[in-house]
């Protein structure tokens, strides 16, 4: 069974901090690894993809990928109250169509 | 929003009767998915398709039925809805064409069976 794994939270954190998300997996194969935000009944909205070890940066998005260890992270710089959202990770297909996410983190920005 | 529509947003329906839900992208994209979400199980893979008429097994397809005759369209079908069929459920789609790509959802539909 191919699994990823989240901490539920609530992760809360102030104003202007760093938040910072991780995520397990347990495929080796996976070559694909991406980030969702979703807010509260709404529909979960791509915010990161990253395929390489190492860092990829998008304006106060950072997502963190290493393989050896199984481990993703996203860092939420400057955190916003906007930010509260629930985020997801998922892992791509490796040898299938199939696509597996993570059960999600809360996160909550206190102003 | 990556052209992807679904209908209805919002059904209310009694338990043992059917139901059919709709996703309709305008991308002709070939891979079309569809989950469910419920509180602690995150989002759970029901069916998918890799073409017209081309589908296959998610986690949690016991109770639904797809179809596919066309590109644009991914019909979901709960043959007898039960109760434990209350849920959020989303359809998604993915570019073939990019390699690893990601999975690009609609807006969903809440489904409750009395």
């Known amino acids: 069974q191919k699994e990823v794994e989240q901490n539920s939270g609530p992760l809360s954190v102030p104003e202007g901090a760093i938040a910072s998300l991780n995520c397990t997996y347990s495929?080796?194969?996976?070559?694909?690894f991406f980030w969702y935000r979703q807010y509260s009944g709404k529909s979960p909205e791509l915010i990161m993809s990253i395929y390489s070890n190492g860092d990829k940066e998008d304006g106060r998005f950072t997502a963190q990928l290493n393989k050896a260890s199984q481990y993703v992270s996203l860092l939420i710089r400057d955190s916003q109250p906007s930010d509260s959202a629930t985020y997801l990770c998922?892992?791509?297909?490796?040898?299938?169509?199939?696509?597996?996410f993570g059960t999600g983190t809360r996160l909550k920005v206190l102003a | 929003d990556a052209g992807i529509t679904q209908s209805p947003r919002h059904k209310v329906t009694e338990t043992g009767t059917p139901v059919t839900l709709r996703c309709h992208q305008t991308e002709n994209h070939r891979y079309m998915y569809w989950y469910r979400q419920d509180p602690g199980h995150g989002l759970r893979l029901i069916h998918y398709?890799?073409?017209?008429?081309?589908?296959d097994k998610g986690e949690v397809s016991d109770g639904y039925s797809v179809s596919r005759s066309k590109t644009e369209d991914f019909l979901l079908t709960l043959e007898s809805a039960t109760s434990s069929q209350t849920s959020v459920y989303f359809c998604a789609i993915r570019d073939p064409d990019r390699a690893r790509s990601p999975l690009h959802f609609g807006n969903g539909t809440r489904l409750t069976v009395t």
């Open positions: 998922a892992v791509g297909p490796s040898g299938t169509y199939k696509y597996i």
């Open positions: 398709s890799y073409g017209v008429k081309d589908t």
């Open positions: 495929d080796r194969g996976s070559q694909s």
